[in-house]
């Protein structure tokens, strides 16, 4: 072939090699911006690192480019394909093509001719479509320009959303925990018991807080409620036999042989109780003489009037600066200068308010919360709290529910059923209606609708004897919450 | 690989264009038709031609056979035709040796037979037309009989006459390199015919070439070039008739067998002859896509849909001309068309 034509082809061949490896690289790049966007999104979305990898996109450009010419090579234009497409382009009929293989005779005579064809063509070489090329690829790298654009995943407060919840729960037990360590009411075992839990679940808080968690976590709360129950209601008894002692006496009748039985069993009580612990050292002393005698089968009361009134006297006050420590414990500076807890905190609580009253406390004995027995604290404490359900002010009183409750994610809990579950023995004996106090487990369970709330949730034996009380898995939050967003 | 030279093609050019001319003032204003059948002889192949009554089929071959000087031979196929009638038979005769068969050609044994309303014969007697069709030779009673060459056969039939009609068997079919549709005249034309021929006769022309000049023309198509990317471009094109030829819709998808090798045969040489006719040394795409149409569609058989859908065999090779590339390889699309 002529050195004209065959310089015509070459130029059409170098020109069509230069398109193959222009559309390669558009595909590569196109393949490595879909690729280092998705990597940047992956990146800013699951790692919390810095974006001082963002310079390594630009050097793997380069890949983009000999990926594009290695596939080029194996795509290039053969000269035969380069002189058709000249051919065609150029309207030569077929000569082009007919001259690549023939004799030089032939090619010398008609040569010219396909020259002269050539030249009649404007343009006999394509050009390159620039915008087009580029058109291609705008999107690709649009979707790479805004993946480098998203911003960096927050990892800290992710992880802080992630463990709000268990954290918070955990946090709540760890404060219960140490005032209740603080009145004196765990022995050495429980005590250690509950702070290797405490310090497990502490660990678990950076991830998923499942079930068995939450029942650890139920299980101490409990544990600590049962006790702080417990020391309550020996309080509580012991006031009333003190105060039914006291009243006997002030009206002259003397106390009576079941008062007095009641004093002895309230004192012995509280003799046992981990509460005596704290006592006055002549209050001990008393105490433990009331032991003994009791132990010896003898009448435990003392038979001198004086040293028992001193004894009531001395239990008296003892019980008042007890129940005024564990209410200044649960809510310091909410109580009033008397040391009782207002009726109102115990009803709706309050924002803000942290202290043992914002724990469900199991059996928590009714009457010591009752209007009636506010000693009329004017501190801060005996303001009814605001908003719906505060006492005195009428309203729909939702208890607890007025408190702020914060709800992470539903947690997964797959096959199980919303229904009651009967929790272990409690503090209550069914059959005699009288406080066990000694077990640490849950109180007996009743079903549900075979009692009522209110003065049943009570552990006086004369209050119904049953506690109905249903134990909730964590994984029924969902729907307790909906009960209280839909107003119920 | 030699190309013609320009003298050759010359030489070519002025052969053919005798014939072109001549049949110009047989059959006016259809230059197209004109062209393509003499491509077709060119090719040495046989031509159906198709079109109603009276557009001028019989006169065209019939100046056919004067231009060319030829041995012409007219066979009026009718339902009654034997295959004898055709090929010949032996006769018993009396001689001084005593009694012998002697065989007595029959019209077929002529350079050029027209085999007039050829639908109108039985199957068996079109099929008397094969061997001589593609061997150039009858075979009657044992003995072969060569015919003469060159041997061409220019068939009519009617498209619109189905009674009393027999569709051609496709074997047979296949063995026509070009099936010419005779369209009819325009009002120019119409006028011109009737002003220029008060009988209806066209011009009486002699004998524009000898047989030494046809074999000559023969001789010159047979150099034209075919660069393998026509060819490429043509087996493509034959194989896309094909079912699995990848066709599964459009038009192609009604071809139930697509076309056989004698169609890229044919295209091959009717291209070689219309590019001698336009003056190249070498067949161009251009000319495998004018000679697509007659060279292909006849031959395709369509299956029942195609007819629901009024799908022929020449929309199914316009289908695959618009969709199929010349070239194995489109340019590039970074590269402008224009």
Redesign the interface.
């Known amino acids: 072939m002529s050195d004209d034509i065959q310089g015509q082809i070459d130029a059409m061949r170098r ?2 090699n230069a ?2 490896f ?2 390669s690289l ?1 595909f590569h790049l196109a393949v490595g911006c879909v690729a280092a966007a998705v990597s940047v999104l992956a990146v800013r979305g699951f790692w919390a690192g810095g974006n001082r990898w963002l310079p390594l996109l630009g050097a793997s450009a380069p890949v983009a480019f000999v990926a594009a010419w290695l596939r080029t090579r194996r795509r290039m ?1 053969s000269p ?2 380069a002189a ?2 000249l051919d ?1 382009r150029t309207d ?4 082009l ?7 030089p ?2 090619q010398a ?2 040569t010219p001719t396909a020259m002269t064809i050539i030249d009649r063509c404007d ?1 006999p070489l ?4 620039a915008g ?2 580029l058109v291609r690829l705008l999107p690709w790298a649009a979707f790479l320009a805004a993946a480098v654009f998203v911003p960096q995943r927050d990892s800290e407060s992710a992880q802080a959303r992630f463990s709000t919840i268990g954290g918070q729960a955990v946090a709540r037990l760890e404060s219960k925990f140490e005032e209740i360590d603080k009145l004196g009411l765990l022995d050495e075992q429980e005590r250690r018991e509950v702070a290797e839990a405490i310090e497990k679940l502490s660990g678990e808080q950076a991830g998923a807080f499942d079930q068995k968690n939450w029942q650890a976590l139920d299980a101490a709360n409990e544990r600590l409620d049962n006790r702080l129950a417990e020391a309550r209601h020996a309080l509580s008894q012991a006031d009333r036999a003190l105060d039914k002692m006291k009243g006997g006496a002030s009206a002259g009748s003397g106390a009576s042989p079941e008062s007095a039985k009641q004093l002895a069993a309230a004192l012995s009580r509280l003799a046992k109780s981990p509460l005596s612990k704290n006592a006055p050292a002549d209050l001990k002393r008393q105490l433990s003489e009331l032991e003994k005698r009791q132990a010896a089968g003898k009448d435990p009361l003392p038979s001198d009037p004086e040293e028992l009134a001193k004894l009531v006297e001395d239990a008296k006050k003892f019980v008042e600066q007890s129940e005024g420590e564990m209410c200044q414990q649960g809510g310091e500076g909410e109580a009033g200068p008397s040391g009782q807890r207002s009726a109102g905190q115990s009803g709706g609580g309050g924002a803000g308010q942290k202290g043992l009253d914002d724990y469900d406390l199991p059996g928590k004995p009714e009457q010591e919360y009752d209007i009636s027995k506010d000693k009329g604290g004017d501190g801060q404490g005996s303001q009814p709290p605001d908003g719906d359900g505060g006492w005195g002010r009428g309203g729909v009183n939702r208890g607890r529910g007025d408190a702020p409750m914060i709800w992470g994610d539903e947690r997964k809990a797959d096959g199980m059923k919303f229904k009651p579950r009967e929790l272990p023995r409690g503090v209550i004996d069914q059959k005699t209606g009288q406080v066990v106090g000694v077990t640490v487990g849950n109180p007996q369970t009743g079903q549900p609708g075979s009692g009522g709330s209110g003065a049943a949730e009570s552990h006086d034996p004369t209050a119904g004897g049953r506690v109905n009380r249903h134990d909730y898995s964590p994984a029924y939050r969902g729907a307790i919450r909906r009960y209280f967003s839909t107003g119920n | ?3 013609l ?2 003298d050759e093609i010359q030489r070519g050019q002025e052969l053919v264009g005798r014939v072109v001319e001549g049949l110009n003032q047989i059959i006016l204003g259809k230059r197209d038709l004109v062209e393509q059948a003499v491509v077709g002889l060119l090719a040495r192949g046989h031509i159906l031609l198709e079109g109603l009554p009276g557009l001028g089929k019989t006169e065209l071959v019939k100046g056919l056979s004067r231009l060319l000087g030829l041995g012409f031979r007219r066979v009026q196929f009718t339902p009654d035709l034997l295959p004898s009638d055709i090929t010949g038979t032996y006769i018993l005769q009396e001689s001084a040796d005593g009694r012998r068969f002697v065989f007595h050609p029959g019209p077929i044994f002529a350079n050029l037979v027209l085999a007039d309303e050829i639908n109108r014969a039985s199957p068996k007697t079109q099929s008397a037309l094969l061997e001589a069709m593609q061997e150039r030779r009858v075979t009657v009673l044992g003995t072969t009989h060569d015919l003469p060459a060159p041997f061409f056969v220019l068939a009519t039939q009617n498209p619109i006459e189905l009674e009393g009609t027999y569709p051609l068997p496709e074997a047979q079919i296949d063995r026509f390199m070009l099936k010419l549709d005779v369209a009819a005249a325009s009002t120019e034309v119409l006028e011109a015919i009737i002003t220029t021929r008060q009988a209806g006769q066209p011009p009486a022309l002699s004998a524009v070439l000898s047989a030494e000049e046809l074999g000559e023309a023969f001789a010159i198509v047979d150099q034209v ?1 075919l ?4 060819a490429n471009y043509i087996s493509r094109l034959v194989t896309a008739t094909h079912r699995d030829g990848g066709a599964t819709t459009g038009p192609a998808a009604h071809v139930k067998f697509g076309a056989s090798p004698r169609a890229a045969i044919a295209l091959a040489s009717a291209g070689r002859a219309l590019a001698l006719l ?1 003056g ?7 000319e495998v896509r004018a000679l697509a149409e007659p060279a292909v569609a006849h031959r395709l058989v369509m299956d029942y849909s195609a007819r629901l859908e009024n799908i022929d065999g020449r929309s199914v090779v316009r289908s695959i001309l618009a969709s199929l590339g ?4 489109e ?8």
Do not use: I, T
């Open positions: 020109r069509c398109a193959v222009l559309a558009r234009v035969a394909l058709g497409w065609r030569a009929g077929g000569l093509l007919a001259l690549q293989d023939v004799a005779e032939s005579e008609w343009r394509p050009g390159f479509r087009r090329w | 690989m030699k190309l030279s320009k070039a660069p393998p990317a026509v336009r190249k040394p070498n067949v161009g795409f251009d010349e070239l194995e390889q340019m590039p699309e970074e590269l402008s068309r224009k």
